[in-house]
């Protein structure tokens, strides 16, 4: 894969895909396009599974200490914390739909999330 999530590149539809600890490094704009090109390559049933530390309200400045895991998330940098409002912003501009799963004993907190096609 490439830091421009080109998908495409495997010339293949997909019926499953996870990213597991990736959204975490990412910055919301970085999502939003692994979302656009994840859409690309999803079959019409598709299902796109991604893990992120979720924080209680969008653009949530304050560092949040995650446990399981004792790992503290900042809103700006590195490893990254986001509300699930904010991920359902990136779904909608991808076109695709989100649910939160929520917790599925990840040794660090993060939560589960499932994208599917919208429509």
Known sequence: ???QFEFSSFNTQFDYALALSVFTHLYLN?????????????KPNGVFFATFFQSPLPAY???LHHTPGQVTTHYDHDPFHYSFVEMQMTAVHADLAVELIGEFDHPRGQKMLRFTHAG
């Open 1 to 3: 894969m490439n830091d």
């Open 30 to 42: 970085h999502i939003q396009r692994c979302l656009v090109e994840m859409k690309k390559v999803l």
């Open 61 to 63: 400045l304050p560092d």
